[in-house]
């Protein structure tokens, strides 16, 4: 269910996230839609012989769900998504649990903006493998 708060109902320092799995069928669908055909990302062999051993995720699939996160929960319905900027801290493989967090770290009331530290972490393990920082305007319908 997507959450419809105002600017005034979200304070600094509230945490939304959610899980997510990352399937073959994810990355399938993120390779038909954008054309992305690297080898690291589609082709075993290939990937097996670079460092990471097997087969990455695709960053950008990864940065996709920060946008679900912005648009469902942290500000929801009323937010229109300005800025993302996302490092990737680790490899992220088919199979992995991940969960995707953001926490507002700051507010601006006259341009009602929020500013979002934004990560997604492998489970259980706790394993950080994308970091960033989100901004956000909450329109008032």
Do not use: W
């Amino acid at each position: 269910m997507i959450r419809d708060r105002t600017f005034d109902e979200i304070a600094v320092g509230e945490e939304q996230s959610f899980e997510e799995t990352i399937t073959e069928e994810s990355m399938t669908q993120f390779r038909r839609l954008t054309g992305d055909e690297n080898p690291l990302h589609t082709d075993d062999a290939y990937a097996s012989s670079t460092p990471f051993g097997r087969r990455v995720v695709y960053g950008q699939l990864l940065n996709s769900f920060f946008s679900r996160l912005i648009g469902h929960d942290l500000p929801g319905r009323r937010a229109l998504y300005l800025t993302q900027t996302t490092r990737f801290d680790s490899p992220c493989h088919v199979g992995d649990r991940i969960r995707v967090t953001g926490r507002v770290t700051e507010k601006h009331g006259r341009s009602k903006i929020l500013i979002i530290d934004t990560t997604i972490h492998r489970v259980p393990q706790n394993d950080l493998l994308a970091s960033g920082t989100a901004t956000a305007m909450v329109m008032d319908r």
